[in-house]
């Protein structure tokens, strides 16, 4: 089992563009699957929450899987019996599409705010002090 767990886990981080050896590393691998999946590497964090944790690990598998073009019970078997589902994945012919982390959380950073929401500024905006009209410097 432990033999089919590291070559399928090997495989399907190959393909993933990830080398080999990444999947070997304990910890490791989890963070770089967070990170893939979900835009940050920290969530792997959650999992140590007793109870929580259990949740994340399945969800996490089931947005391995869809990013593979299965369904989603293919994602729960990686969850539950990973040596088996993670050779099947890794020998497949199917191809891997990285999800695009800003839409895992529901909107997109391309699209527009919702109404009544100020627009997102890039930098610090310092506040303009109360009854003048411009920052100074700004003539």
Known sequence: MIVCTILG????????GFT???WVVPGYNLWLLCREMYGRGNRVFMML???YGLYVMIR????VARAFGRP?????GLALVSP????IL?????????????EQFG????????PGYAPQTQGYVPPVPVGQTTSPGQD
Do not use: E
């Open 90 to 102: 890794g020998l497949s012919a199917s191809t891997y599409t990285r999800p695009a982390a800003s």
């Open 49 to 51: 929450i007793p109870g």
């Open 20 to 22: 080999g050896w990444q």
């Open 107 to 114: 909107r997109s950073l391309t699209q527009p705010p919702a």
């Open 60 to 63: 996490m598998w089931i947005d």
């Open 9 to 16: 886990g090997f495989m399907v981080f190959r393909k993933m």
């Open 72 to 76: 989603v019970g293919f994602g729960v």
């Open 84 to 87: 088996v589902f993670l050779m």
